[in-house]
């Protein structure tokens, strides 16, 4: 039933962007909408065009680059807030996707 599977991977994606900024596993993630971790990722990559994990890190990056515009939050506050519990792991992400660290960013501000 295509129906049911759009609709799953629509409250999948409604759970995503609500909870992006905690610690989200794959293996909860199935559990959770009692679906098969390996199925999930195919047909969430099949329906939206990216992985899990590329769509919670453009939520994440999206969610930082407003923290960054608009609150004097340190980087450190900011990275937690969007669910990147370390640093240089959120600078290094944050770069990857932006071209420029988060610093340079929000000098551009």
């Not at 609150?71 to 600078?91: P, V």
Request: glycine share 4%; with cysteine.
């Amino acid at each position: 039933k295509p129906t049911s599977r759009k609709y799953n991977l629509q409250q999948i994606k409604d759970y995503l962007d609500f909870h992006y900024p905690e610690t989200i596993r794959l293996d909860d993630l199935a559990e959770t909408f009692y679906i098969n971790k390996f199925y999930l990722t195919r047909i969430f990559r099949e329906q939206f065009g990216v992985s899990i994990n590329a769509y919670l890190l453009s939520l994440r990056i999206t969610h930082a680059k407003q923290l960054l515009r608009f609150t004097d939050f340190s980087i450190e506050k900011i990275g937690i807030q969007c669910g990147m519990k370390d640093a240089n792991y959120f600078s290094r992400m944050f770069k990857k996707v932006e071209g420029i660290s988060p610093g340079e960013y929000r000098r551009q501000w």
